[in-house]
């Protein structure tokens, strides 16, 4: 009797005790939080998701993965033009608000564009003339350095350099016997450029000719009570996508500039090329700037010396920090307001779908994303999960307010 008693005693303490943690819990919270907190108690019933709900998402997700995937000759050049009319879309409105007519702003925003890449181009082609001169040189360079790592191979592992040209041997014929599909796939991705490019220009000069009608067109499809939230995400996201192509632009000079001087005082050979190929893989978040740098540290090894390979580094890692900590909060800041996670998601998500094109292109589509959904109540939380959660630094906004 004593002990079953006892057992009732100490159960009726700990129940207790529940009561009183529960109750003290239910005051706390909302004094902590700033709203009332529901408590999960044995009571407790939880709504189940709908099994249906989660197959109609399912669905959705694929067939918009489906529809990105078999439409990348129709989407990409459409989307590459949709970001560049946002991006020119000032101008033609300066040369409107001079008198020009619409038609003859919208060809000469198109000529600025065609003339833009003619002059990249005309760099390129300019450095690439100076690279066949400096060649022989670097050939014969190259074989020196192949000749030392030989030695190396035969000192470190004991293979003759018999066994490895035998196998460097066996590794071009390989290569050679695949050049057919390569130079097919060379010309075949050569023309698809072209066109892409074709549609690009096509597209971009009829998106800022009718911009207006593509607009309404949209504004048509909600409600009427609905309108002024979609006009106002309508304007986010040409705000936002125009901002960061500028934005892109700008810190792609800076590196351009940046690396051109840098590399040339280090006495890397055809430093303006070498920079120009660096800089163009930046277009991709993260990892274009790792891609980009190998260009520049080949050619400091190859035609210089391995001395070059320090300074050379120097360089680069120097124009990246600055970039990143000053020339993009500036120039860019956190228009994207997209999470860091995330935007590793959308770069291996493009590459997967659209490939190099998508790993451009699905940045801003996942911002533009983030904004369709922070307007529209019931995808509220996707658009708390995409947002960046690292706040701007308090010195690009001192520096922000007093520019503009």
């Known amino acids: 009797m004593d002990k079953k008693r006892g057992r009732t005693l100490v159960e009726s303490h700990r129940r207790a005790a529940y009561e009183v943690a529960e109750s003290d819990y239910r005051s706390a919270a909302p004094k902590a939080c700033g709203h009332p907190v529901a408590i999960i108690t044995p009571n407790t019933t939880m709504k189940a998701l709908s099994l249906s709900q989660v197959n109609t998402r399912l669905a959705f997700a694929v067939l918009g993965i489906g529809i990105l995937y078999l439409g ?42 065609l003339m833009l890449i003619g002059l990249f181009v005309g760099v390129i082609y300019a450095q690439a003339a100076s690279f066949s001169k400096d060649w022989p040189q670097i050939q014969t360079k190259l074989t020196t350095g192949i000749e030392q790592a030989q030695a190396w191979i035969q000192q470190q592992f004991g293979v003759s350099r018999q066994r490895q040209l035998q196998a460097l041997k066996e590794g071009v014929s390989k290569l050679s016997s695949a050049s057919s599909g390569s130079l097919t796939a060379v010309f075949g991705g050569l023309s698809g450029f072209l066109t892409g490019l074709v549609l690009v220009v096509l597209y971009l000069f ?69 920079s120009l190929v660096a800089v163009i893989p930046t277009l991709i978040p993260y990892i274009g700037a790792f891609v980009g740098g190998a260009f520049p540290l080949f050619m400091a090894l190859v035609s210089g010396s391995p001395d070059m390979l320090l300074p050379t580094l120097v360089v ?29 998601i959308a770069i291996v ?23 369709v959904c922070a307007h529209i109540p019931t995808l509220h939380p996707y658009a708390f999960l995409l947002e960046n959660e690292v706040e701007e630094p308090g010195w690009v906004k001192a520096v922000k307010k007093k520019i503009g």
């Open 316 to 344: 680069l890692v120097s124009a990246q920090v600055i970039d990143n900590n000053i020339i993009e909060p500036l120039v860019m800041g956190a228009q994207l307001d997209l999470s860091p996670i995330f935007t590793i």
């Open 206 to 274: 009829f998106l800022l000719w009718k911009r207006e009608k593509y607009k309404a067109f949209v504004l048509k499809l909600a409600a009427p009570e609905n309108r002024p939230a979609v006009n106002d995400a309508l304007s986010q996201i040409s705000s936002v996508s125009a901002q960061y192509l500028s934005g892109r632009l700008v810190s792609m000079g800076f590196l351009a500039l940046f690396y051109s001087i840098g590399l040339s005082i280090v006495g890397v050979e055809n430093a303006i090329l070498m």
């Open 72 to 113: 990348r000759p129709f989407l990409v050049p459409l989307a590459f033009a949709g970001i560049l009319s946002l991006l020119f879309m000032p101008v033609s409105n300066w040369l409107e608000r001079r008198g020009i007519g619409r038609i003859w702003a919208t060809l000469l925003c198109v000529l600025l564009f």
């Open 349 to 371: 998500l493009g590459e997967l779908i659209w490939g190099v094109p998508g790993m451009i292109l699905f940045e801003p589509l996942f911002a533009v994303i983030r904004i």
